[in-house]
């Protein structure tokens, strides 16, 4: 009789397994969603910047916090980087507009990874110079992205670009689960701040990587080499849609520039060592890829206004557990809701974005301009939030600083009428 069970199980199990192939032979992914050999090249690409990124941004912040353990510091350290970066998303796009959008990608990459070079030289005489490393910082920041959010555009279509986005999301967060608990455990590993300086080091190496392999994609050949970026305010005023969606990006830059910088700080006065800030890192991290596997999987354009509800709604609530109390189990918290939320905003609003720049006039040839414009209203949106949090809040005890992040959460659901349904 257990023999016979036996076999009956096996033929039950054999079924299963059976119909779940046949499911998913008839649900692949349809020809129009999948991705191209350049779009594949660009997320390898985006994981090796994003390992050492996650080692060396994730550090760097706190690597000034301990020199000086002073937020006034890094507040105004950021506020530069934010206030520097759309000048060289302009620059970029100049380039990219004269040579080609791989050429700024590529300057990009060099010039990140030649920023942490000069911290590994540099080290604790950083602090010295701290506003000088801000301002390289914005200038490589700014190339890089400008290169990569053009890129991102040209590999990509409107019917499979919300998987692309979500894919590289997943592949942005699966990087930077590796990065900060090496990067931690390396911290913990050495005495005093020498950690972070081979963390450096090894960021300095993926970056290198990355440039190396932006070889593979190849330089588009254009006649259209004119920078209509002067012209980009006579078409806000007619195109009310795209001033909406830049609004939304300045809402968005509201509560991302005090995310960028501020939860590794508390995280470090909370829970006391860096490799555990390193480990919750990773923990956040593949919350987001979590997130963007989903997106991937279910989200669809039509739904774009739904998405940011939800969102933003789920942000407020994670930020108003800090009101109780600013302790190792509300940041985590907070963190973690945070992560499972923020992904649906960046993908939805950056999705919808590109169908916008797609309608703009002289048929495509304002996507750098577009790319360069989104970023001056989110960084303009980041360095007023952090402006306002040293105002309000000039130290990480400060009552307000709970009070401060509350705000930026709710601000965002300004995001629900800047987004259209349709």
């Known amino acids: 009789?257990?023999?016979?069970?036996?076999?009956?199980?096996?033929?039950?199990?054999?079924?299963?397994?059976?119909?779940?192939?046949?499911?998913?032979?008839?649900?692949?992914?349809?020809?129009?969603?999948?991705?191209?050999?350049?779009?594949?090249?660009?997320?390898?690409?985006?994981?090796?910047?994003?390992?050492?990124?996650?080692?060396?941004?994730?550090?760097?912040?706190?690597?000034?916090?301990?020199?000086?353990g002073d937020l006034l510091?890094?507040?105004?350290?950021?506020?530069?980087?934010?206030?520097?970066?759309?000048?060289?998303?302009?620059?970029?796009g100049w380039l990219a507009k004269k040579k080609d959008r791989m050429v700024t990608y590529r300057l990009g990459i060099v010039l990140i990874a030649l920023f942490y070079l000069g911290v590994i030289l540099a080290q604790e005489r950083v602090v010295d110079f701290y506003v000088g490393f801000a301002v390289f910082s914005g200038l490589a920041q700014g190339f890089y992205w400008t290169g990569y959010l053009v890129l991102m555009y040209d590999v990509s279509t409107d019917t499979n670009r919300i998987r692309f986005l979500a894919i590289n999301m997943m592949v942005f967060n699966a990087a930077g689960l590796a990065g900060p608990a090496l990067a931690g455990y390396i911290i913990q590993l050495n005495e005093g701040l020498s950690g972070y300086v081979v963390t450096f080091g090894i960021a300095f190496v993926s970056f290198f990587v990355a440039a190396i392999i932006s070889f593979r994609i190849p330089v588009i050949d254009s006649h259209h080499r004119t920078y209509y970026l002067k012209l980009v305010g006579a078409v806000l005023k007619r195109n009310r849609q795209w001033l909406l969606a830049l609004i939304g990006f300045l809402v968005m830059g509201l509560l991302q520039g005090i995310m960028l910088f501020l939860p590794n700080i508390l995280l470090f006065q909370t829970v006391g060592r860096e490799d555990r800030v390193g480990y919750l890192g990773v923990l956040f991290a593949?919350?987001?890829?979590?997130?963007?596997?989903?997106?991937?999987?279910?989200?669809?354009?039509?739904?774009?206004?739904?998405?940011?509800?939800?969102?933003?709604?789920?942000?407020?609530?994670?930020?108003?557990?800090?009101?109780?109390?600013?302790?190792?189990?509300?940041?985590?918290?907070?963190?973690?809701?945070?992560?499972?939320?923020?992904?649906?905003?960046?993908?939805?609003?950056?999705?919808y974005y590109y169908r916008i720049m797609g309608t703009l006039p002289l048929k495509g040839q304002l996507r750098i301009e577009s790319v360069v414009m989104r970023e001056l209203f989110l960084n303009a949106g980041r360095v007023i939030s952090i402006s306002l949090l040293l105002v309000f809040a000039g130290g990480v005890d400060s009552a307000m600083l709970p009070i401060v992040l509350v705000a930026a959460a709710l601000i965002q659901l300004n995001l629900i009428w800047l987004v259209k349904r349709r």
């Not at 032979?25 to 660009?42: G, H």
């Not at 990124?53 to 760097?60: D, V």
């Not at 507040?75 to 980087?81: A, F, L, R, T």
């Open 1 to 68: 009789m257990k023999l016979a069970r036996m076999r009956r199980d096996g033929r039950k199990m054999d079924g299963m397994l059976g119909l779940s192939r046949i499911a998913w032979r008839r649900n692949p992914v349809p020809p129009e969603r999948r991705l191209s050999r350049d779009a594949v090249t660009s997320l390898i690409i985006h994981g090796c910047f994003q390992f050492g990124a996650s080692m060396s941004g994730l550090f760097l912040n706190l690597y000034l916090w301990r020199l000086t």
């Open 73 to 92: 510091v890094n507040g105004v350290y950021n506020i530069i980087v934010f206030f520097v970066t759309p000048c060289a998303f302009a620059l970029g």
């Open 286 to 351: 593949f919350l987001t890829v979590v997130t963007g596997y989903m997106i991937s999987r279910k989200a669809r354009e039509e739904h774009a206004h739904r998405y940011v509800t939800l969102s933003s709604l789920g942000v407020i609530a994670g930020a108003s557990v800090l009101l109780i109390d600013i302790s190792a189990w509300s940041v985590v918290t907070f963190m973690i809701v945070f992560s499972l939320c923020n992904p649906l905003t960046v993908n939805t609003l950056t999705s």
